[in-house]
Each structure stands twice: as structure tokens, then as C-alpha cells.
């Protein structure tokens, strides 16, 4: 089965040009079901049935797995099947028709406006690393990309002149965000004063941001850095990259931004995915109401 799924895995990847965290999930969402079958002592996919499907999902269930995590081993089975259908491996689909547990969507974590100056502020800006840090914290909250997309990011990408930031998003879609003028600042001045130190004599490489080894910064790397600033800026709240996203469609939309213009920003497929930061921001908007309607 091994085998299998790592063909599936090269189909996503050159066909469907999945990101390769997506890629990593499917792979080890996969794994577990193949040790699942060789617990059931069964060799193949071909021989799962319906039924062998539905005692995988109640296995899980008995194993305390959060439906959000139930519901993504589902959604990669039935991608596998599909896939294993279409090549001719398997002659029917098992996992056909079953629904996925309803998922409690929960609203995002956000920071204050208060809350992200703090943030922002913390990295020295006498070291060559706090002004990389700076500078991505800037560019993260003015554009709300990804940090898998950050730490992505070449200096081709990035055109202070015109104020913007092309950025590569899943799949194989692409957009364009503007930039504001402070981030702009913070990342000219780490293209200026840092960047050559920290690459390491090598001035032409196109990385962006980069480590103390001259190598491009890694999610992990990025992960740590907001850590090690949330804590020196005393913030309760559990803080990730993730959260910064969030906090800038959150503030966007408080302050009067376009739903749809957010949606093409953050990259989301579908408008649903953006309508959460709606939810959040639901005192701004009757703030708004009461005053813009003439009957409010």
C-alpha cells in the first residue's frame, strides 16, 4: 500500500500542484489507515469495504480524535479512492457517500490593535536579526499572508516602488497585495542594513529573509521568533503566525474594508472561509449600523 500512496502523493503534487504541507498531510493521514487495514488484516485498499470505512471512522472516535481531524482523514480517503478508481486499482469506491462529521467552526483568536503595536515593537533594532524580525512582523500584518508564503518569499516578490508583494498562494493560484508604508520602511531597511550581513557575502541570492547561516528562515524558525516576542510583550493569549492573519482581515473589515477585497487578499477560495472574520467583528458592525442607518 505503501507504494500506492506515495503515487497518489506525485499525483497531487504534479497534477493537482498541492502545497507540500497539504502533501504531508495527505501522506500521513494515509499511513494511518493503511495501519488501521494491517491491524484488520487486510493487505490492499481493494478489499476495505463501506463498512471497513465506517470502523475506521469509530476507531478514531474510540480513540479520542477531534472531529476536525476525522473529518481530514475522510476527505483524504475519499481523494485516495477516487484517485484509485480512476487508475483502475479498485473497482468501486468504499468510501462513496459518507458524510464527514459536522465541524464546530470556531471564531479566530485575535489580538487588539494595542495588542499588535505591543507585539511589533519588540525585536532590538541594533541587531541584525531584530531588524529581520521587524521587518517580517511588519510585512506579515500588512499583507496577512501565510507564513508558509513569508518564508517563501524571494526578493522578486517584493516591489517597494510600486507597494506591493506577489505572492504564490496553494495550488497554483496567485496574487498581488498591497503594501502599506511602514511595512514598506521596516523591509527596506532590512534589504539595507541586514540582509547583506546576514546572507553571508552572498548579495545576490534572491532569498528574502534569511537566517544567521545565510539560508532561507524556516516556518519553525518564525514559529519560535513570534513566540519568544508575544512573551516580551506580555500577551495572555496564545499567539502563532497564524494569529497575525487573522488579526489583519479582522482589522481590515473593523475599519470599513470590502469582504470580497479581503477574500482575494488572504487567498481564500471561497467567501465562507472569509465570512468567520464577519462574526468576529459583529460589534464593529452595529457600531456602524447605528450610525450610517437613518433609522437606527
Sequence with gaps: MDDLIGKFIDYLATERKLALNTLESYGRDLRQYAEFLAGSKLTSPAEA????????????????????TIARRLAALKAF????????????????????????KRLPRVLTV????????????????????????????????????????????????????????????ERIIPLGSVAKRWVGEYLLRARPA????Q???????????GRRLTRQGFWKIVKRYALGAKIAKVITPHTIRHCF??????????????????????????????????GRLKEVYARAHPRA
Design 49 to 68: 469495504s463501506r463498512a471497513t470505512i465506517i470502523a475506521y471512522l469509530l476507531y478514531m472516535q474510540k480513540q479520542g480524535k477531534a472531529t476536525a
Design 81 to 104: 479512492y477516487q484517485y484509485l478508481l480512476r487508475t483502475g486499482v479498485v473497482d468501486r469506491d468504499p468510501a462513496a457517500h459518507l458524510e464527514s462529521p459536522r465541524l464546530q
Design 114 to 173: 494595542g495588542e499588535i503595536e505591543r507585539l511589533l515593537q519588540q525585536p532590538r533594532l541594533d541587531d541584525l536579526a531584530g531588524l529581520r524580525d521587524r521587518a517580517m512582523l511588519e510585512l506579515l500584518y500588512a499583507t496577512g499572508i501565510r507564513v508558509s508564503e513569508l518564508v517563501a518569499l524571494n526578493r522578486s516578490d517584493v516591489n517597494l516602488a510600486l507597494g506591493h508583494v506577489g505572492c504564490g498562494g496553494r495550488g497554483a493560484r
Design 198 to 201: 546576514l546572507g553571508r557575502g
Design 203 to 213: 548579495p545576490d541570492d534572491d532569498i528574502l529573509f534569511v537566517n544567521h547561516h
Design 249 to 282: 482581515a479582522t482589522h481590515l473589515l473593523e475599519n470599513g474594508a470590502d469582504l470580497r477585497a479581503v477574500q482575494e487578499m488572504l487567498g481564500h477560495a471561497d467567501i465562507s472561509t472569509t465570512q468567520m472574520y464577519a462574526r468576529v467583528t459583529g
